[in-house]
């Protein structure tokens, strides 16, 4: 058997290659196991490495052998299968840029999850953890996305034909470099608003805000878009590049507490000092008031009535919303009972039934004029021009 082999690795170059690849593969995934093992051992105190490791697991598994395979076809080059050799050469250049982009996204997909374990959402004061956490999700998509950019330019700058078409746009730089530029614009103007967003921030994950009239908050933030979770449980998808192009409302950009406003109109019979005291108790037997702001003011005036505003402050706009339903109710409810001639009425003065309808106080009422409308063939009209003469 063993001479077999041997005459067999003589006189097949076919042969040596598949044992020289054999042997290394055995020894690449005898390496790459003893190494994971070991830095699993080092990164026993370090939560983030230990992140790394865990993600980085398939993309390693792959990342190793390919590699030990390039360096066999590299380092032992047969004459006779020069052209099958070269063209398996090619495809593991790109198998290795495939698998390294892939690693390169799962490492930053890693840090997003320590930075999302490390600075959890689900406390009352999350201020800090929604910034840190937003500018990981922000640039770490931006980052996947660059890195599978970049290793699709260099899978594709491998191939002959390709660098030759580059190499002369980049010489000519005309009308095709321009039209690749436009084509290009979203994606580019996306990442740059990405990373805008991450860096100033005008908003965060779980932010309350304001766009086109609908008010929700801040579900997920990608690389290209922001999806905005309405209240009535429908999504609203808005490029990343809008938010730095029109303005919006933030209702907790520094700060979730909030200010809500309860408008009422009342007759001007009502006692202000008595609704005084009845919104600071509504106020003070309610959970969702903060005890900041209790306010009641007359804010306009018609003919007929006058505008009441109450002004009550929360911790955030949801526990806001239900304060302002409680007083606004509570209000109504205490003047309907104890003051229900205050409610909006209207007056009007009327003269005596002898009077001529004609004649008011000794003036000519002036009546309204008849109702008028374009003529229709429909409504049994007719037309100008076929109207009967009426001296006939």
Not at 123 to 135: C, E, F, G, I, W
Not at 303 to 327: F, H, I, K, P, Y
Request: aromatic share 6%; with cysteine; net charge positive.
């Amino acid at each position: 058997m063993t001479d077999f082999l041997l005459d067999l690795w003589g006189r097949s170059a076919a042969f040596r290659l598949m044992a020289a690849a054999a042997v290394a593969l055995l020894i690449a995934i005898a390496v790459h196991r003893a190494i994971r093992a070991l830095l699993w051992r080092l990164s026993a105190d370090h939560p983030m490495a230990r992140d790394m490791l865990r993600f980085a697991r398939a993309p390693m598994g792959w990342l190793v052998p390919l590699a030990a395979l390039a360096v066999v076809l590299r380092a032992r080059p047969e004459p006779t299968l020069q052209a099958p050799v070269s063209l398996l050469s090619h495809a593991l250049v790109v198998a290795l840029i495939g698998v390294a982009s892939w690693l390169g996204v799962r490492c930053v997909q890693a840090a997003e999850a320590f930075f999302a374990r490390r600075f959890p959402v689900d406390m009352a004061d999350n201020l800090r953890a929604r910034r840190v956490l937003t500018q990981a999700r922000v640039l770490g998509r931006t980052a996947s996305v660059l890195i599978v950019l970049l290793g699709l330019a260099a899978a594709l700058m491998t191939l002959p034909l390709v660098r030759q078409v580059g190499a002369s746009l980049l010489a000519s730089a005309g009308l095709a470099g321009l039209a690749l530029g436009l084509a290009a614009k979203p994606v580019l103007s996306n990442l740059i608003a990405g990373v805008q967003i991450a860096l100033t921030q005008p908003i965060r994950l779980d932010d309350v805000v304001i766009i086109e009239g609908e008010w929700g908050r801040i579900e997920e933030i990608t690389g290209t878009y922001v999806v905005v979770h309405i209240w009535d449980e429908r999504r609203l998808v808005v490029p990343l590049n809008w938010f730095m192009e029109h303005p919006f409302q933030n209702w907790t950009r520094s700060s979730a507490q909030i200010i809500g406003t309860v408008f009422l109109w009342l007759d001007y019979r009502v006692p202000m000092a008595a609704l005084r005291e009845e919104l600071t108790r509504l106020c003070r037997e309610a959970p969702e008031w903060d005890r900041r702001v209790c306010v009641l003011q007359v804010t306009d005036t018609s003919e007929r009535s006058m505008q009441l505003r109450a002004l009550v402050s929360s911790a955030d706009s949801g526990r806001n919303w239900d304060l302002r339903c409680r007083v606004r109710e509570g209000l109504l409810s205490f003047v309907q009972a104890n003051y229900p001639q205050a409610l909006p009425r209207w007056r009007g003065e009327c003269g005596e039934a002898a009077e001529a309808p004609g004649d008011l106080g000794g003036r000519p009422v002036r009546q309204p004029p008849p109702p008028q409308r374009s003529p229709h063939p429909e409504d049994g009209a007719t037309t100008p021009a076929a109207a009967p003469d009426a001296s006939a």
